[in-house]
């Protein structure tokens, strides 16, 4: 399976103290360098006061929000560029894409195994000239920090001003704003989408490998995410369970596609069988993530059941006399050799399967037990050659070149309407050539693919990576 992007996007809190969390050496086990668009540290400290005072002024109730945090992860091939010209190019261009300041620092995880950016940035633009405020009476605060309209307000039973309550005398400054207000894009879905576009094309154009590069997942598309595994997680066996049942689904997918069920009933199956009933668990009895692996189930065998019937309807592809189309062809037959391997190998499955059940009845209960290995030694067989099986149709087509058998089949089914069209109205060659040239490199290349990711799935079962 290709790689994905990996942007993950958190709020902060406290944003001094995360920018000393991530650019500490005393903190950090592997901390290559860091960059920043500002040179006074102090803008941070600014930062969060406006944050805090503007926060407080409004009356919102929950915890203020000082910054925003990316966490990037890298390819590791990118450890032997120069670390410092490549942290500063991330910076750079996020401030040149957003036009608000950031922080970053270069990590790696403490088993080096994850090479990763952490930048945090501010959502507010600073102004060129601070406004600031001076008070023209004597202003009264109270222990919240809330301006009081009288000194009395502010005094206990004996007179005297109440601890951590405070006032500001006439003509003293009592506000200074360092920045314009706060961008509303950074806290909308469409910022997260965007920014891990923007850096998913940044980092594919330092891989010249086009079997590298990254893809940015669709939640529109037919596929499942899996989630990613963090380090301690006390629920780690429950996820790569969680995992091994959405992957199951997403190479169903993969054969689905292939057999010729439509990449949009495969989707309406997804919702109906997968989301629908997650939705309606979570609001019935609410979060029960091990749930999840029986509705999976459930929607494989449904899916399976449609790739049954589309098997008996394939449909002969016209011939065109072209080498990309010629290529496309052989990819597309290699994948239906691959689906009849594996309705074999489910086959063969599926009866290991009921012979283990029939024994485990209780009127088998006096059954060898050299059968009864015999038995369990066939369906481990069996399933180990289907697991293998349907793991293979992504592999024909990443090693052609494509991003994943969706992207494939869409490109393909183009061609072969395509060809059918120009053919019946004797079509120029040329304009069916350099159209087909297009399918092709649409297929390939990273921009609004529909692929796999780890990355957060609003589902039972999702967590936080």
């Known amino acids: 399976m290709g790689r994905h992007s990996f942007i993950?996007?958190?709020?902060?809190?406290?944003?001094?103290?995360?920018?000393?969390?991530?650019?500490?050496?005393?903190?950090?086990?592997?901390?290559?360098?860091?960059?920043?668009?500002?040179?006074?540290?102090?803008?941070?400290?600014?930062?969060?006061?406006?944050?805090?005072?503007?926060?407080?002024?409004?009356?919102?109730?929950?915890r203020c929000i000082e910054a925003r945090e990316l966490i990037i992860a890298l390819l590791e091939e990118?450890?032997?560029?120069?670390?410092?010209?490549?942290?500063a190019s991330f910076v750079r261009k996020f401030k040149e894409v957003y036009g608000v300041d950031a922080v970053a620092a270069l990590h790696h995880n403490k088993a080096m195994t994850n090479f990763h950016i952490h930048l945090i940035f501010s959502e507010r633009k600073a102004v060129d000239q601070p406004a600031i405020k001076r008070a023209s009476r004597n202003m009264f605060y109270d222990e919240n920090g809330k301006h009081v309209r009288t000194k009395k307000e502010i005094l206990n039973e004996s007179g005297s001003i109440r601890k951590g309550c405070h006032i500001i005398r006439k003509g003293e400054i009592?506000?200074?704003?360092?920045?314009?207000?706060?961008?509303?894009?950074?806290?909308?879905?469409?910022?997260?989408?965007?920014?891990?576009?923007?850096?998913?094309?940044?980092?594919?154009?330092m891989v010249a490998d086009e079997g590298r590069k990254l893809t940015v997942f669709d939640h529109d598309g037919p596929y499942l995410a899996t989630k990613k595994i963090g380090k301690h997680n006390p629920m780690e066996v429950e996820i790569r369970a969680d995992n091994a049942a959405r992957q199951?689904?997403?190479?169903?997918?993969?054969?689905?596609?292939?057999?010729?069920?439509?990449?949009?009933k495969i989707c309406e199956i997804r919702d109906q069988t997968i989301r629908k009933p997650v939705v309606e668990s979570v609001r019935r009895d609410g979060f029960h993530p091990e749930r999840l692996e029986d509705i999976l189930k459930r929607a494989v065998a449904v899916l399976v059941r449609m790739i049954k019937i589309m098997g008996k309807q394939m449909k002969e592809v016209p011939s065109f006399d072209e080498e990309t189309y010629r290529r496309m062809c052989a990819v597309n037959q290699e994948l239906i050799r691959q689906n009849e391997v594996i309705r074999k190998a489910r086959f063969?499955?599926?009866?290991?399967?009921?012979?283990?059940?029939?024994?485990?009845?209780?009127?088998?209960?006096?059954?060898?037990?050299?059968?009864?290995?015999?038995?369990?030694?066939?369906?481990?067989s069996a399933k180990y050659e289907y697991d293998t099986a349907i793991e293979k149709p992504d592999e024909?087509?990443?090693?052609?070149?494509?991003?994943?058998?969706?992207?494939?089949?869409?490109?393909?089914?183009?061609?072969?309407?395509?060809?059918?069209?120009?053919?019946?109205?004797?079509?120029?060659?040329?304009?069916?050539?350099?159209?087909?040239?297009?399918?092709?490199?649409?297929?390939?290349?990273?921009?609004?693919?529909?692929?796999?990711?780890?990355?957060?799935?609003?589902?039972?079962?999702?967590?936080?990576?």
């Open 8 to 62: 993950q996007h958190s709020k902060l809190t406290d944003v001094r103290g995360r920018i000393d969390y991530i650019s500490n050496p005393k903190r950090q086990e592997h901390l290559y360098c860091t960059y920043s668009t500002v040179k006074d540290p102090a803008f941070w400290d600014y930062l969060a006061e406006q944050n805090q005072n503007d926060f407080r002024a409004s009356g919102a109730s929950g």
């Open 78 to 87: 990118f450890q032997d560029l120069d670390h410092e010209k490549l942290l």
């Open 174 to 205: 009592y506000d200074i704003h360092y920045f314009g207000p706060k961008d509303k894009m950074f806290k909308s879905k469409n910022f997260t989408a965007d920014v891990k576009r923007v850096f998913t094309d940044f980092i594919n154009e």
């Open 248 to 264: 199951e689904w997403n190479h169903t997918v993969d054969e689905a596609l292939t057999a010729g069920v439509p990449e949009p």
């Open 348 to 380: 063969r499955m599926e009866r290991a399967l009921a012979i283990s059940d029939e024994l485990n009845k209780p009127i088998h209960i006096m059954t060898g037990r050299k059968k009864r290995e015999m038995v369990l030694m066939e369906l481990a």
């Open 396 to 465: 024909i087509v990443k090693r052609a070149g494509y991003r994943n058998v969706a992207a494939f089949t869409r490109a393909f089914k183009k061609a072969c309407a395509l060809i059918e069209s120009e053919q019946q109205q004797n079509g120029q060659k040329e304009s069916i050539i350099a159209k087909l040239h297009q399918y092709e490199r649409e297929a390939k290349r990273e921009d609004g693919a529909t692929d796999r990711k780890r990355s957060k799935q609003p589902s039972i079962g999702s967590r936080n990576n």
